[in-house]
T-cell receptor, first 113, second 111 residues
Framework: KAGVTQTPRYLIKTRGQQVTLSCSPI?????VSWYQQTPGQGLQFLFE???????NKGNFPGRFSGRQFSNSRSEMNVSTLELGDSALYLC????????????FGPGTRLTVL | SQKIEQNSEALNIQEGKTATLTCNYT??????LQWYRQDPGRGPVFLLL?????KEKRKERLKVTFDTTLKQSLFHITASQPADSATYLC??????????FGKGTRLSVIA
């Protein structure tokens, strides 16, 4: 079974721009979660989508948004980028049941200049 | 608010010894606790899940304990090897709530 894939792997943007990151989950997984990882804050939950509906949302500003398609692929968008948005963005998929392990992708390294 | 603390940012241990990592939490009553391993530049990899009604779980050289009274989990790697060097993350959740991660402990196993 193919693992979770994320594209692009690396991205450089400037302040004020917007960015879209993509995630393809493991086949059969209906839940996709997004996390932001920084050295200072660690792994922080952004949001989770399950069967195209946002099921959980973390404590991030509205500039961060996401969506999930009918094939379970997911995208997240960050608008009006700030320097502090520089981070590793990780996507994880799971079956979505109440007891679940998460399978993480390799991440997208975003640098905002 | 929920708080998860992993005992130290970094832990150095000699090859062959048992590494013990600690995860403490407050303001939370999780039903499940998970441990992940993360290598530099890669996403975390799931290792073990333990339920609140389980005291201990083992998988090969790994052992996890979960004490809901102390609000603490211990993660042990026996007969540690240099290949075990990585950052280890604990994460808590209940039902369909999101995973809440600790900041991790960077383990270095020295040959």
């Amino acid at each position: 079974k193919a693992g979770v894939t994320q594209t692009p792997r690396y991205l450089i943007k400037t302040r004020g721009q917007q960015v879209t990151l993509s995630c393809s989950p493991i086949s059969g997984h209906r839940s996709v979660s997004w996390y932001q990882q920084t050295p200072g804050q660690g792994l922080q939950f952004l949001f989770e989508y399950f069967s195209e509906t946002q099921r959980n949302k973390g404590n991030f500003p509205g500039r961060f948004s996401g969506r999930q398609f009918s094939n379970s692929r997911s995208e997240m968008n960050v608008s009006t980028l700030e320097l502090g948005d520089s981070a590793l963005y990780l996507c994880a998929s799971s079956t979505g049941t109440s007891v679940y392990e998460q399978f993480f992708g390799p991440g997208t390294r975003l640098t905002v200049l | 608010s929920q708080k998860i603390e992993q005992n130290s940012e970094a832990l150095n241990i000699q090859e062959g010894k048992t590494a013990t990592l600690t995860c403490n939490y407050t303001n939370y009553s999780p039903a499940y606790l998970q441990w992940y391993r993360q290598d530099p530049g890669r996403g975390p990899v799931f290792l073990l899940l333990i339920r609140e009604n389980e005291k201990e779980k083992r998988k090969e050289r790994l052992k996890v304990t979960f004490d809901t009274t102390l609000k603490q989990s211990l993660f042990h790697i026996t007969a540690s090897q240099p290949a075990d060097s990585a950052t280890y993350l604990c994460a808590l959740h209940s039902g369909n709530t999101p995973l809440v991660f600790g900041k991790g402990t960077r383990l270095s196993v020295i040959a």
